[in-house]
């Protein structure tokens, strides 16, 4: 079993890294040089470096892309701890559908690391689901969108529920793929204020207002763009000094 592999299998076991065996502590050390050694040769070859969290199957090219599930150029990172990179090193950080996976105090935490790695001038871009969509989902009056994003969801995930009721589908979204804490656009920027970033623009999936962040997300891949769009919230932050 290769060392990709290995780490496959041991962070299936326990998603957020908490390596306890003899193994398991090996293989951090040898992910942790693996990464060290690709991130000097990345800052070599990028003088504007930039930085995603939580690739998943979206390495961006250009990025210095990093997961909890390492691949061919993809390093470990938990984005529960300090981010292993130094203070004022990237002119972009980017993360999509990552910040709900983790609860309120982590996430703050971890934008507040974002932060520290920016320079001065840099910018975080967040994507991540929106908790108003889904209260939006609730409303008595509801758009065609909305209607058939309500049976696409229940068809999909919960097709065993009976009738295409919201409620169903509200609590699908809380309780599946380990979501922890979904903002709205209040509580993000909330969040991002209290990291230190003193500028903000909310921006539609694949747009922004910097070209260098145009075309970013790959949520939409994997579910019908439109319904992406309607789910998806996204922030960025500006480092000013």
Request: hydrophobic share 40%; glycine share 8%.
């Amino acid at each position: 079993m290769g060392v990709k592999d290995y780490a496959r299998s041991i962070l299936s076991l326990n998603p957020w890294g908490v390596l306890q065996s003899a193994k398991a502590a090996a293989l951090q050390r040898r992910l942790t040089a693996s990464r060290e050694a690709a991130f000097r040769a990345y800052q070599a070859a990028h003088p504007s470096a930039r930085l995603q969290i939580g690739t998943g199957t979206n390495p961006l090219p250009g990025w210095f892309n990093t997961d909890l599930m390492t691949a061919d150029g993809i390093f470990f990172v938990d984005a529960r701890e300090p981010l292993p990179f130094p203070s004022r090193c990237f002119e972009y950080v980017f993360s999509e559908h990552l910040l709900e996976h983790v609860n309120w105090e982590d996430g703050c935490r971890f934008l507040a690391e974002c932060y520290r790695v920016l320079k001065p001038g840099g910018t975080l871009r967040v994507a991540t689901p929106n908790l108003r969509f889904l209260v939006d989902l609730c409303a008595a009056e509801k758009t065609e969108l909305q209607e058939r994003y309500i049976r696409w969801s229940i068809d999909r995930f919960v097709p065993d529920r009976g009738p295409n009721l919201e409620g169903f589908v509200v609590n699908n979204f809380f309780y599946s793929w380990g979501h922890r804490f979904v903002y709205d656009p209040d509580t993000l920027a909330r969040a991002f204020e209290q990291a230190g970033f003193q500028a903000q623009r909310e921006c539609r999936v694949g747009e922004s207002g910097d070209a260098n962040l145009h075309g970013l997300e790959a949520h939409g891949r994997h579910i019908p763009s439109e319904y992406n769009e309607l789910e998806t919230l996204i922030i960025e932050g500006v480092r000013l000094n």
